[in-house]
């Protein structure tokens, strides 16, 4: 009778969870929205089935995560009026010379090198304004270039413990610190990182179309309108950056970090804070907070534990380890895709610790998972939040041509996110033994 109860709970949960991805990527109403309604009919639901609680919703929200979105909205916001975008717009298109391709290829080096030593939301929510003024500059399309800098974040950030939420989670259950994630990580990302780029080349071959803008005429030195303003908004970044590299030793939240920054800031230039919050993007953090909910609720029904589970029985036969993790990969990757790579990600941590207990080695079985989730979340367009910040910066800059819609997303994030795990799964596969410690 448990069982029957047990199985009508994760029928209950996924459905729910299906009717609300239905709507986000029918676009039949907005996101958020859709988050909403489906966050509301979760609970209630849970409620009547006795599986999920008011209270079990609130505490599925991960606070660090939208803190950190909503600390980093803020400094973005500040450090707009002062031209410092502006400035650097005009030398990376100076340095592109109009060339299109080549620009994209730029802007993925920046975002992706960025993102191993900030995370890849926070460089996204800096980067993406920035492509918008750029394309603007050079009068090309934005929409290919935000979402190659989305991707190419997620997949620069997996290559560093910091780079992504998923791995500072992964590196704390396992022990793991900053200098062995990145030996072990480094060198498949960066294989994986070139074949995206010329991957996304091809793709977007048709609508990279070089500018006839002469970009060696503009001034970038009369972009800065605040130079005074400029400067206190990056002392307040500057202090980010260096807390984002030395806040474990510290024992402070990144969300927390962020918010130092902002006090900062808010110190230093003394804003009117409604036009700074009017300005963030709140549908965004809403967005996020609905489907936390959402995954919450499929988490409690055990669903998600079930598909950890069929894991743990293959992984019982130390000859099928290998099989184990390529599995594991590929299931963390397309489940990602779809209910989001941080929540994905804390209920196969308990699941893997758990395998230990049984004798089987779980070192590969790390990386099995960061290699997933990593690449995973550019399967579509709700996979990691760097996607969901630049769609809404696509749809924010009021260029009818490039909105990114799901369908756009789906038809180059699934040929990228699939060919990023063949190449992991060969790299992985042969050289195995190194990813045994």
Not at 123 to 150: G, K
Not at 172 to 180: C, L, V
Not at 225 to 247: C, E, S
């Amino acid at each position: 009778m448990q069982e029957t109860f047990v199985a009508q709970h994760m029928w209950l949960a996924g459905g729910v969870m299906l009717a609300a991805y239905v709507l986000i990527f029918s676009e039949w109403m907005h996101r958020a929205g859709a988050a909403i309604l489906g966050a509301v009919v979760m609970v209630g639901v849970g409620m009547w089935g006795g599986f999920y609680s008011q209270e079990e919703a609130v505490t599925s929200l991960d606070a660090n995560t939208l803190l950190l979105l909503a600390g980093m909205m803020m400094v973005v916001v500040m450090l707009r009026p002062t031209g410092g975008f502006e400035y650097l717009a005009i030398r990376i298109a100076k340095l592109a010379g109009g060339n299109a391709r080549l620009l994209l290829v730029y802007l993925c080096l920046a975002v992706s090198v960025i993102s191993m030593f900030l995370d890849n939301v926070t460089t996204v929510l800096i980067f993406a304004p920035l492509t918008v003024l750029i394309t603007r500059i050079l009068r090309i399309n934005p929409m290919p270039y935000l979402m190659a800098e989305a991707m190419l974040s997620n997949i620069g950030g997996a290559a560093t413990l910091v780079g992504d939420p998923p791995n500072l989670m992964i590196g704390s259950a396992g022990g793991i610190d900053f200098t062995h994630f990145m030996l072990k990580m480094g060198p498949l990302i960066a294989v994986v990182w070139v074949v995206t780029v010329l991957t996304l080349l091809f793709f977007f071959r048709n609508q990279l179309v070089n500018s006839d803008k002469v970009t060696v005429d503009l001034d970038e030195k009369r972009a800065i309108t605040d130079p005074v303003g400029l400067k206190k908004a990056l002392a307040g970044l500057f202090v980010i950056l260096i807390l984002f590299f030395t806040h474990h030793h510290f024992h402070l939240y990144p969300a927390f970090v962020a918010f130092i920054g902002v006090a900062i800031i808010f110190t230093l230039i003394r804003p009117n804070p409604e036009p700074v919050f009017g300005k963030m993007e709140w549908s965004v953090l809403v967005f996020f907070a609905g489907l936390f909910i959402i995954v919450g609720g499929v988490e409690a029904s055990g669903l998600l534990d079930l598909v950890g589970l069929q894991l743990a029985e293959i992984a019982q036969d130390p000859e099928q380890l290998l099989i184990t993790c390529l599995l594991l990969m590929w299931v963390a990757a397309i489940l990602s895709a779809v209910v989001d790579n941080i929540p994905f990600t804390v209920t196969m941590i308990p699941i893997v610790l758990g395998l230990e207990s049984h004798g089987v080695n779980i070192a590969p079985l790390w990386w099995a998972l960061a290699i997933g989730v990593g690449l995973g979340g550019n399967g579509s367009h709700i996979g990691a939040t760097a996607n969901i910040i630049c769609v809404a910066e696509s749809e924010r800059c009021g260029i009818p041509e490039a909105r990114i819609t799901p369908v756009a997303w789906l038809k180059a994030g699934v040929p990228v996110m699939l060919v990023g795990l063949l190449v992991s799964s060969l790299l992985f596969t042969a050289f195995f033994d190194y990813f045994l410690d």
